[in-house]
């Protein structure tokens, strides 16, 4: 088993054609499917079942393309950092962000690194954040923003920020940052909300039981940018934190209001693996995320953010400036 194969393997996989991946890699056709029939034989199990719409990995062959796909970054990542520049930080690191964060924080993020550490190549994760732990805890990830989450044996979590949940609504509902909203009148409308299971959801339901109101959902999804285009549209209200509703409140596409009775918060957690050596790269990049949260909260960018350990909301709401 090789790099050579390895590397054949995944592109097959990715692209779905023996072809396609011969072009990719700049090799003839007969040579790709040399190295995935002898990674085959040497595992003697088949890896790809060959079919009208291409080629696509058996069960065996997921696991392994997995594997080789992890077992080749790992490899890339460490000729990244062995370089021969005297003092230069340099590396490969994969940064997972909470999709409500992403708009505020990817290119300030990007910007920062590439002026102060060149040698760094970022590479930009976006999902929720049951799936961005799940990616951390495969080692998929080097770092994310995680949220309501404590240390935990895999991982150490560093608290960063909280901030409140907000009833989102259509502009004609008037809804104001000054005028914060109960769960109960926030709970009397339909409702578009994140799907069960959901860390957000959980928070949402833990609200509903503690104001003693029934929600009537009328429909889920996993799906920040889908929940507000249907709030847009008419189907109901939703709740969301401040920092994903900020830009659609400041051009009046959305109105939103603080919940209140209860308040609702979520805690924004850095998360990183607690095992193997924290690579020079990392390390900056972590703090360099942190500088630039604590930023967002001190501008007011991050609406009804408290850094932790502050006791007042540094941003009012969203939109401030």
Not at 137 to 159: E, K, V, W
Not at 190 to 209: C, F, K, Q, Y
Request: with cysteine; hydrophobic share 45%.
């Amino acid at each position: 088993m090789d790099i050579k194969q390895l590397k054949a393997l995944v592109t097959v996989a990715e692209v779905g054609s023996v072809t396609r991946a011969a072009e990719l890699l700049h090799l003839v056709q007969p040579a790709v499917t040399r190295q995935i029939r002898t990674l085959e034989e040497e595992l003697g199990v088949p890896l790809f079942e060959r079919t009208r719409q291409g080629m696509r990995p058996t069960e065996a062959g997921a696991i392994m393309v997995d594997r080789a796909r992890r077992a080749l970054n790992e490899l890339e990542r460490a000729r990244a950092e062995v370089q021969p520049t005297p003092g230069a930080v340099t590396g490969i690191v994969t940064v997972g962000l909470l999709e409500s964060t992403s708009d505020l924080l990817s290119e300030s993020l990007v910007s920062a690194v590439a002026h102060d550490h060149p040698g760094v190549e970022l590479r930009l994760m976006t999902a929720y954040s049951g799936h961005l732990q799940q990616w951390l805890d495969d080692g998929d990830l080097d770092l994310s923003l995680l949220y309501n989450l404590d240390s935990t044996p895999s991982l150490n979590a560093r608290p960063l920020v909280r901030e409140h949940l907000w009833a989102v609504a259509p502009p004609s509902a008037g809804l104001r940052a000054d005028r914060p909203v109960p769960f109960s009148e926030a709970a009397s409308h339909p409702l578009v909300m994140p799907a069960s299971g959901h860390a957000l959801r959980t928070l949402i339901d833990g609200a509903a039981a503690r104001a003693g109101a029934a929600m009537d959902v009328v429909v889920q999804t996993n799906s920040m940018r889908v929940q507000k285009q249907l709030v847009l549209a008419g189907h109901g209200w939703t709740v969301l934190p401040g920092v994903g509703i900020a830009e659609d409140v400041a051009q009046g596409t959305l109105s939103a209001a603080p919940l209140c009775e209860p308040d609702v918060w979520r805690s924004i957690v850095l998360g990183t693996p607690r095992w193997g050596r924290t690579p020079p790269a990392v390390q900056v990049v972590a703090r360099e995320l942190v500088r630039q949260i604590n930023s967002a909260v001190a501008q007011g960018r991050w609406p009804s953010a408290q850094v932790h350990g502050t006791d007042a909301d540094v941003s009012s709401h969203p939109g401030a400036s």
